[in-house]
């Protein structure tokens, strides 16, 4: 099961999902594949959220909550 932090990017001014289990590099990326260094990340998930990072989590609660069933 994935783990998702949010944090908000100093490059556009807009809080992303990334793994919660990413090891620390010198660049992160979110799951909207948006990179950014690991120093301009902020530790707050206030802001404006991104829209496709909250699309795509979306989609992965969607199918944790109600699993597609075999047909
Ligand atoms: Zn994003």
Do not use: N
């Not at 990179?35 to 496709?52: D, E, N, S, W």
């Amino acid at each position: 099961m994935r783990q998702w932090r949010w944090q908000r990017s100093g490059y556009d001014e807009r809080v992303h999902a990334f793994a919660a289990d990413e090891r620390p590099a010198s660049f992160v990326e979110a799951v909207c594949s948006h990179t950014v260094p690991f120093a301009r990340l902020a530790r707050t998930h206030a802001g404006t959220r991104c829209l496709k990072c909250l699309l795509i989590v979306g989609d992965d609660l969607v199918a944790r909550v109600a699993p597609p069933t075999p047909s």
